[in-house]
Protein backbone atom coordinates (compact mmCIF):
# COMPACT_ATOMS: atom_id res chain seq x y z
CA UNK A 1 0.00 0.00 0.00
CA UNK A 2 1.08 3.62 -0.57
CA UNK A 3 -0.44 6.75 1.22
CA UNK A 4 -0.16 10.05 -0.32
CA UNK A 5 -1.21 13.33 1.11
CA UNK A 6 -0.92 16.22 -0.79
CA UNK A 7 -0.42 19.82 0.80
CA UNK A 8 0.00 23.76 -0.50
CA UNK A 9 -3.05 24.52 -1.85
CA UNK A 10 -4.93 27.83 -1.53
CA UNK A 11 -6.30 31.45 -2.96
CA UNK A 12 -3.72 33.06 -5.42
CA UNK A 13 -4.06 35.66 -7.89
CA UNK A 14 -3.88 35.29 -11.22
CA UNK A 15 -0.25 35.66 -12.49
CA UNK A 16 0.85 33.97 -8.93
CA UNK A 17 2.46 30.50 -7.88
CA UNK A 18 1.94 28.17 -5.81
CA UNK A 19 3.64 24.85 -5.00
CA UNK A 20 1.98 21.74 -4.05
CA UNK A 21 3.73 18.58 -2.32
CA UNK A 22 2.51 15.38 -2.23
CA UNK A 23 4.29 12.92 0.69
CA UNK A 24 4.35 9.11 0.00
CA UNK A 25 4.89 6.69 2.65
CA UNK A 26 4.19 2.66 2.98
CA UNK A 27 5.37 0.98 0.35
CA UNK A 28 8.46 2.06 -1.61
CA UNK A 29 7.89 4.02 -4.46
CA UNK A 30 11.38 4.23 -5.92
CA UNK A 31 10.45 2.25 -8.90
CA UNK A 32 7.08 4.10 -9.30
CA UNK A 33 5.70 6.81 -11.82
CA UNK A 34 3.99 9.77 -9.96
CA UNK A 35 1.60 11.81 -11.28
CA UNK A 36 -0.30 15.15 -10.76
CA UNK A 37 -3.89 15.52 -12.08
CA UNK A 38 -6.46 18.02 -11.33
CA UNK A 39 -10.41 18.28 -11.81
CA UNK A 40 -12.83 21.29 -12.05
CA UNK A 41 -16.38 21.07 -10.92
CA UNK A 42 -18.26 19.40 -13.96
CA UNK A 43 -15.15 18.33 -15.88
CA UNK A 44 -13.52 15.13 -15.66
CA UNK A 45 -10.19 14.78 -14.18
CA UNK A 46 -7.41 15.52 -16.18
CA UNK A 47 -3.29 14.82 -16.61
CA UNK A 48 -1.32 17.96 -15.48
CA UNK A 49 2.49 16.36 -15.27
CA UNK A 50 4.06 13.60 -13.89
CA UNK A 51 7.50 11.88 -13.26
CA UNK A 52 9.75 9.14 -12.80
CA UNK A 53 11.11 8.57 -9.71
CA UNK A 54 13.59 6.86 -10.27
CA UNK A 55 14.83 8.60 -13.79
CA UNK A 56 13.59 12.16 -12.61
CA UNK A 57 12.47 12.41 -16.10
CA UNK A 58 8.94 14.79 -16.10
CA UNK A 59 6.34 14.97 -19.15
CA UNK A 60 3.83 17.47 -18.79
CA UNK A 61 0.42 18.14 -20.41
CA UNK A 62 0.69 20.95 -22.93
CA UNK A 63 -1.92 23.30 -21.21
CA UNK A 64 0.66 23.77 -18.23
CA UNK A 65 4.32 23.32 -20.26
CA UNK A 66 6.37 26.08 -19.46
CA UNK A 67 4.39 27.05 -16.54
CA UNK A 68 4.41 24.31 -14.06
CA UNK A 69 7.49 21.71 -12.78
CA UNK A 70 7.62 18.60 -11.24
CA UNK A 71 10.39 17.69 -9.02
CA UNK A 72 10.44 15.03 -6.69
CA UNK A 73 12.44 14.45 -3.17
CA UNK A 74 13.73 11.13 -2.67
CA UNK A 75 15.04 11.59 1.08
CA UNK A 76 11.62 12.76 1.70
CA UNK A 77 9.92 10.54 -0.42
CA UNK A 78 8.19 13.75 -1.92
CA UNK A 79 7.16 15.24 -4.87
CA UNK A 80 6.52 18.61 -6.08
CA UNK A 81 4.45 20.71 -8.63
CA UNK A 82 5.57 24.08 -8.40
CA UNK A 83 3.14 26.00 -10.48
CA UNK A 84 3.73 29.67 -11.88
CA UNK A 85 2.02 32.08 -14.14
CA UNK A 86 -1.71 30.67 -12.75
CA UNK A 87 -4.54 31.24 -14.61
CA UNK A 88 -8.08 31.28 -13.52
CA UNK A 89 -8.22 27.94 -15.71
CA UNK A 90 -6.07 26.34 -13.57
CA UNK A 91 -9.07 26.38 -10.61
CA UNK A 92 -9.22 22.97 -9.89
CA UNK A 93 -8.62 20.43 -7.24
CA UNK A 94 -5.31 18.78 -7.23
CA UNK A 95 -4.62 15.41 -6.72
CA UNK A 96 -1.12 13.36 -6.74
CA UNK A 97 -1.08 9.55 -7.81
CA UNK A 98 1.11 6.53 -7.80
CA UNK A 99 1.54 4.32 -10.74
CA UNK A 100 3.75 0.81 -10.97
CA UNK A 101 4.05 1.84 -14.45
CA UNK A 102 7.93 2.96 -15.33
CA UNK A 103 6.77 5.42 -17.72
CA UNK A 104 5.10 8.43 -17.13
CA UNK A 105 1.07 7.51 -18.04
CA UNK A 106 -1.75 10.09 -18.77
CA UNK A 107 -4.83 8.05 -18.11
CA UNK A 108 -5.61 7.77 -14.52
CA UNK A 109 -6.78 4.20 -14.53
CA UNK A 110 -3.72 3.41 -14.66
CA UNK A 111 -3.18 4.97 -11.11
CA UNK A 112 -3.28 2.68 -8.53
CA UNK A 113 -3.08 4.99 -5.75
CA UNK A 114 -4.08 8.61 -4.68
CA UNK A 115 -3.93 11.48 -2.20
CA UNK A 116 -6.97 13.07 -0.87
CA UNK A 117 -6.28 16.61 -3.19
CA UNK A 118 -5.62 19.88 -2.68
CA UNK A 119 -7.93 23.11 -3.84
CA UNK A 120 -5.99 25.55 -5.89
CA UNK A 121 -8.31 28.99 -6.83
CA UNK A 122 -6.95 31.22 -8.43
CA UNK A 123 -8.51 34.51 -8.96
CA UNK A 124 -8.42 37.23 -11.40
Known amino acids: QVQLVESGGGLVQTGGSLRLSCAAS????????MGWFRQAPGKEREFVGG????????YYADSVKGRFTISRNSAKNEVYLQMNSLKSEDTAVYYC?????????????????WGQGTQVTVSS
Open 97 to 113: AASPHTEVRIYPPSYGY
Open 51 to 58: ISWSSGSA
Open 26 to 33: GRTVSSYT
